[in-house]
């Protein structure tokens, strides 16, 4: 089951995303999913993977995709002098 969630953030942020791969969420008191992925922006990672551990569910991997690191956009301007 893949699970999408809305944007917000600051400029910088807005273009990176958040895989989080979990298992053993509880929907309701008698059943558990194998793996859930919910895909959902870099600054609602903390909220989301706080939401996994209260549902009783286990984070298998984490992976960020999009966006320019810090690093990289001072290498460029570096760079241009």
Do not use: C, W
Not at 26 to 44: G, Q
Not at 57 to 68: A, L, Y
């Amino acid at each position: 089951m893949k699970v999408s969630a809305g944007n917000r953030g600051t400029s910088f942020s807005n273009d990176r995303q958040v895989s989080i791969s979990a298992t053993g969420i509880a929907h309701n008191d008698y059943s558990r999913t194998a793996d859930v992925v919910l895909n959902v922006p870099y600054t609602r990672m903390n909220e989301t993977m706080r939401l996994v551990q209260r549902m009783g569910g286990k984070i298998t991997d984490v992976s960020v995709s999009g966006g320019v690191s810090q690093p990289a956009v001072a290498a460029k301007a570096k760079k241009k002098d």
